[in-house]
């Protein structure tokens, strides 16, 4: 994935051709958000969630129009789309769970946990009713959700405008977390490939074992089948 954003990065940025989204949020009374993660397969870091509020109507901002999967932008776009979403959304933020979090009590238990605490932020939660549309498939329990009502989409990314947005702040939030974290623990690179299992990451571990934010239940042990180091 780092790599495609690098060539894409290095060419004129183009846009991808307009996505297609499925009217979904419209055929909702009142506030309707899109919720969708980043992070979940990484091997070190935190994974992060993304909720966001959109308007009904969308102010001409070229960095809107680029909303639409993030895997499909290169990281400069990313990061132009995030700004003009934050500008434009009635609510756009992130919440990060930590991979002490992952490796105590699991994946989905992150997943869940990060999705909760951003929807009782809301400034309206629990006084006006919200539609939440998640990405995936999650059998989560929602009873502290209340007056929400929840729907799960696969592939929501690629269909509902609002959860492409928060696939956006999602991944842009996190990125900018592991590029720090790239900082403190140079020898990984995690600026270049954001936690995630590349070959340049494998060599690092095998090299230097894990370090301290290096998820212990995701990491694969090296080749003479030893715990990783940490």
């Given at each position: 994935?780092?790599?495609?954003?690098?060539?894409?990065?290095?060419?004129?940025?183009?846009?991808?051709?307009?996505?297609?989204?499925?009217?979904?949020?419209?055929?909702?009374?009142?506030?309707?958000?899109?919720?969708?993660?980043?992070?979940?397969?990484?091997?070190?870091?935190?994974?992060?969630?993304?909720?966001?509020?959109?308007?009904?109507?969308?102010?001409?901002?070229?960095?809107?129009?680029?909303?639409?999967?993030?895997?499909?932008?290169?990281?400069?776009?990313?990061?132009?789309?995030?700004?003009?979403?934050?500008?434009?959304?009635?609510?756009?933020r992130v919440a990060h769970e930590s991979h002490r979090i992952i490796?105590?009590?699991?994946?989905?238990?992150?997943?869940?946990?990060?999705?909760?605490?951003?929807?009782?932020?809301?400034?309206?939660?629990?006084?006006?009713?919200?539609?939440?549309?998640?990405?995936?498939?999650?059998?989560?329990?929602?009873s502290d959700l209340k007056m929400c009502e929840v729907f799960t989409?696969?592939?929501?990314?690629?269909?509902?405008?609002?959860?492409?947005?928060?696939?956006?702040?999602?991944?842009?939030?996190?990125?900018?977390?592991?590029?720090?974290?790239?900082?403190?623990?140079?020898?990984?690179?995690?600026?270049?490939?954001?936690?995630?299992?590349?070959?340049?990451?494998?060599?690092?571990?095998?090299?230097?074992?894990?370090?301290?934010?290096?998820?212990?239940?995701?990491?694969?042990?090296?080749?003479?089948?030893?715990?990783?180091?940490?």
């Open positions: 994935m780092e790599n495609q954003e690098k060539k894409a990065g290095s060419k004129k940025r183009i846009a991808p051709p307009e996505p297609v989204f499925e009217p979904l949020e419209e055929g909702y009374g009142g506030y309707v958000a899109g919720i969708d993660e980043a992070g979940r397969g990484a091997l070190a870091g935190p994974v992060s969630v993304g909720m966001v509020l959109l308007p009904r109507h969308l102010p001409d901002d070229p960095g809107l129009k680029l909303i639409r999967d993030s895997k499909e932008l290169s990281a400069p776009q990313r990061e132009e789309a995030a700004r003009s979403i934050c500008r434009a959304a009635l609510y756009a490796d105590t009590s699991g994946i989905n238990f992150a997943i869940h946990r990060a999705m909760v605490r951003l929807v009782q932020r809301w400034p309206l939660f629990g006084r006006e009713p919200l539609t939440l549309l998640i990405d995936g498939n999650y059998r989560f329990d929602w989409i696969v592939k929501g990314d690629r269909r509902v405008q609002s959860i492409a947005a928060a696939s956006i702040v999602a991944k842009v939030s996190r990125d900018r977390r592991m590029r720090k974290y790239g900082t403190l623990y140079p020898e990984y690179a995690f600026e270049r490939h954001k936690g995630y299992g590349t070959e340049l990451h494998l060599e690092a571990l095998a090299t230097s074992g894990g370090c301290p934010i290096h998820r212990r239940t995701f990491c694969p042990k090296p080749d003479n089948q030893q715990r990783l180091p940490f």
